[in-house]
Every structure is written in C-alpha cells, then in structure tokens.
C-alpha cells in the first residue's frame, strides 16, 4: 500500500511540475516576444503556443493543488452536518466530482484522439498540432479524477482525505511542505 501512496503522489507531482514547466514557458514566449519587438523581429505561432501553454498550466497541475488544499472548498451544507450525514455526503460529492472530472477527461481524450486521427492544425500563422495540448489537457483531468478516487477511498476507508489533512494544517505548515 505504501508503494502504491508513493506512486500516485509522484504522479500528483509530476502533474504539478508539469503545469509549472507550461507556466515558465508562457513567460518565456513572452519574453521572447517583448526582445523580439526591440529587433524588429515576430516569434511565429508564439499566440497559439501561448494558449496551449495557458490550458496546460490550468490543467496539469490540478491534482497536486487539490492534494495540498489549493483548491477553494465550498462548505455551505457539508460544514453544518455532522456523523453519518456527513461521512455519506463528502462520499456523495467526491463521486460526483470525480465522475465529472473522468467525462472531462475522456471528451478532451476524445477531443485529441479526433485531432491526431484527422491530423487538425492551429489555424494560426504556425499549423501545430492540436492533439498535443488537448492531450496534456485530458491528462491533467484524468489526474484530477484519479486524486478525487483516491481521496474518495481513503475516505471510505476511515481515513482523512488530503484536502481535509490540508486544511487543519496551519498557513506556515503548508508553506514548509511546498519548500
């Protein structure tokens, strides 16, 4: 089991370093642009990359934020129930949630899958490929389902899912644990 915790956080990682890669690559197309502009020079397509750099830094770093409490939780009913009430009812919106979150991904998979199969083009000034950040954004979903289940069966088993972990650990604790 514990091999299989260290495994799916790694993966929880990698979707949030994934996410800070897209990111540090916005700021890169730019910059590149910004000294582009000072020597007469346009960086082609740099609009169309800016875009798939922008939804896979929303994306793929999902289940990580989500793991470590990033996420805004909304406990207008859950913050008022108590006992069974509340066990059945955080159990009800993991599955819900997480049920949502695997269409997402398998309509954004289904999504590449059609642009690959029909080799579909940006229609900017640089044809690129659409499949590959519509792949990167039906990974981030899956992730965010996979995280979602897994916080649904650690819940179910008794345990404390991560995001309320995260959420009674105070604002110093959870800074020391990004460094």
Do not use: N
Request: charged share 15%; hydrophobic share 55%; glycine share 10%.
């Amino acid at each position: 089991m514990a091999a299989l915790r260290r495994g799916l956080d790694a993966l929880y990682l990698l979707g949030g370093v994934a996410g800070g890669v897209a990111l540090f690559a916005i700021g890169g197309i730019i910059a590149a642009q910004v000294v582009g502009r000072q020597f007469g020079l346009t960086l082609e397509g740099a609009d169309d990359l800016t875009a798939f750099a922008v939804a896979g830094s929303a994306l793929l770093p999902l289940a990580y934020a989500f793991r470590h409490g990033a996420h805004i939780r909304v406990d207008l009913i859950i913050g008022h129930l108590k006992g069974r009430a509340r066990f059945a009812m955080e159990a009800a919106a993991l599955l819900a949630t997480a049920g949502l979150a695997a269409f997402l991904a398998f309509s954004m998979a289904d999504l590449a899958h059609d642009s690959w199969q029909f080799e579909d083009v940006a229609q900017g000034t640089v044809p690129w490929k659409l499949w590959y950040p519509q792949a990167a954004c039906a990974a981030g979903c899956a992730l965010m389902a996979v995280a979602l289940l897994d916080d649904l069966a650690v819940h179910l088993s008794g345990g404390t899912p991560s995001y309320r972990r995260a959420a009674e650990q105070s604002a110093v604790q959870r800074a020391a644990e990004e460094l």
